[in-house]
């Protein structure tokens, strides 16, 4: 034997999986739709009716719909980095909200999401909103920007950097930013504007849509921001544009990879602030922007099932969508989302929101489609959590894990398709303080934070004291029972505790 031959009997051997994965392979194309801040109740399959989500649905009808679907924290840079690394946010420091100037938070040694799925051979696409930091210090906006989504297992890569409403307002493909000028370089600071920079604090007369708290800060497309920067006007996005080109670049992604497995990850920037969508959604709904830009998410969806569709890719295509955490109607801009918000619940039933340790912080819609493997029309009530996609993906693909990659990772594979109705048994979640969902309960964790914020109008969910709900009795958390159940409390507190010291929580 030749060593070429040699090395084809190897990787033949590996592909195979004898050298330690657990079962045959199976490579569908992967997509997963990640909505920013859409809560349980935005969406029509999920009990709206003030907007109409009929790509949305038609997953839901094609696929299986989750009741108790997760999000590991109830904010955007944790529940991000919990999906690419299997691991809860809180082990590692750093992972709040970032700002737009943050360093990857990830480690570039650390399995992710897309390393796992390129080791099995996929080609890996990244379109969206990334905000888990970029570059290892001082980030020049103007050379090769890295580390960042490329260095993680991406093979491709479209972002925004960190979210709508911080800068830089620029999209980063690859490793550069889009359309600089190199004769007008991007400058950004999180600590000052720069000489001579009109802010919207200074000049409200400039705006479009103006703040309702913070975001009083850069002026870009007349809508001001977190944080300033100066340069890159040739670069700078057009908020009301974002959908589309995200869009258009998912399309392109999919069919130029259609001869081959792959997996894109597609972080919608809707319905996250500033609320812009294009002006063809106005009007879509009674609820101003934040209602239309829950159609434009819709209709963006819709072009990826039309793409999948003309490409033949649809039936080998697992696709699972899901929120990064709940909803809020005011998160910074005056955008008529609490004036016109009339009957709809964003959260459904659930208490709380984006930002709280209840219910609505977490629970978000999650719905897989794979024709032909989930059964059309179907729901679970499994509990489960996006930090499982990474293991649920590995067995899918046949690639072993090792004790290190993705330690709080469950396989849920078979809740995933709808082979059986057990998902977890528990789950931490993440918002003022840490929460842990056991079977039928759930332990709010007590902290010393702000139980309202005024600004967000949330209900955080914190208290000085632990709480204690019964899940399935009382799913809104209206009734505390902590006082009638000590015991129960101390046991889960010590869980809590047991499952921060062991570092790992999958067996
Ligand atoms: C908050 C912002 C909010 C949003 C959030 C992050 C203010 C006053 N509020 O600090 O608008 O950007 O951070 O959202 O600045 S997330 O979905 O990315 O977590
Ligand atoms: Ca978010």
Redesign the pocket.
């Known amino acids: 034997m030749n060593r070429r031959q040699f090395l084809q009997t190897l990787s033949a051997v590996t592909a195979t999986g004898l050298l330690g994965a657990a079962k045959p392979a199976s490579h569908p194309n992967i997509i997963f739709i990640y909505a920013?801040?859409l809560g349980y109740g935005d969406v029509s399959c999920y009990g709206a009716t003030s907007v109409h989500t009929p790509n949305i649905d038609s997953l839901a009808a094609q696929g299986l719909r989750f009741t108790d679907a997760h999000a590991t924290s109830?904010?955007?840079?944790?529940?991000r980095y919990s999906v690419m690394t299997g691991q809860y946010a809180w082990r590692k420091k750093g992972t709040g909200?970032?700002p737009g100037d943050a360093s990857l938070v990830i480690d570039t040694h650390q399995l992710t999401l897309p390393s796992l799925l390129k080791r099995a051979g996929y080609t890996t696409g990244i379109v969206g909103?990334w905000?888990l930091g970029l570059g290892s210090g001082e980030i020049d906006w103007n050379g090769e920007i890295k580390p960042g989504p490329m260095e993680l297992g991406f093979d491709y890569s479209f972002i925004i950097p960190?979210?709508?409403?911080?800068v830089p307002c620029v999209f980063v493909e690859n490793h550069r930013v889009v359309n600089l000028n190199p004769n007008d370089p991007i400058h950004v600071s999180y600590k000052a504007p720069f000489p001579g920079e009109l802010t919207g604090k200074d000049h409200p007369e400039l705006l479009k849509m103006k703040?309702s708290?913070?975001?009083n800060m850069a002026i870009v497309d007349g809508v001001s921001r977190?944080g300033y920067m100066e340069g890159g006007k040739s670069a700078l996005w057009v908020d009301e544009d974002i959908a589309d080109t995200l869009s258009s670049k998912a399309v392109r992604f999919i069919e130029e990879n259609s001869h081959r497995p792959f997996f894109l990850y597609y972080p919608a920037h809707d319905i996250?602030?500033p609320r812009l969508p294009n002006p063809r959604f106005a009007g879509k709904t009674s609820m101003g922007p934040r209602g239309d830009a829950i159609a434009e998410l819709d209709w963006c969806v819709g072009r990826i099932l039309q793409t999948l569709e003309k490409q033949g890719l649809a039936q080998n295509t697992l696709l699972i969508l899901s929120s990064?955490?709940g909803p809020?109607v005011d998160?910074?801009?005056h955008d008529d989302a609490v004036e016109r918000l009339g009957a709809h619940k964003p959260a459904g039933i659930y208490r709380g929101g984006?930002?709280s340790n209840f219910d609505g912080g977490t629970r978000v819609p999650f719905i897989a489609k794979w024709p032909n493997h989930i059964k059309p029309g179907t729901t679970s009530d499994a509990l489960v959590d996006q930090i499982d996609l990474m293991a649920s993906f590995a067995s899918l693909v046949g690639q072993p894990l090792r004790r290190e990659d993705g330690p709080d990772s469950l396989d849920l594979l078979p809740a995933l398709i709808g082979r059986s109705p057990k998902g977890r048994q528990s789950l931490v979640e993440e918002a003022g303080s840490l929460a842990l969902v056991d079977d039928k309960w759930k332990l709010i964790r007590g902290n010393h934070k702000p139980a309202y914020d005024p600004?967000?109008r949330t209900e955080l969910g914190n208290s000085p004291e632990p709480q204690l709900y019964d899940r399935t009795n009382d799913p809104a958390e209206r009734h505390n029972v902590a006082a009638t159940h000590p015991d129960l409390v101390q046991r889960m507190l010590d869980q809590i505790n047991h499952i921060e010291s062991a570092g790992r929580s999958r067996p």
């Open positions: 920013d801040d109830a904010t955007c840079t944790p529940s909200v970032l909103k905000h960190a979210t709508p409403d911080r703040p708290h913070g975001h977190i996250h602030v990064d955490n809020v998160d910074g801009y984006k930002y600004n967000t």
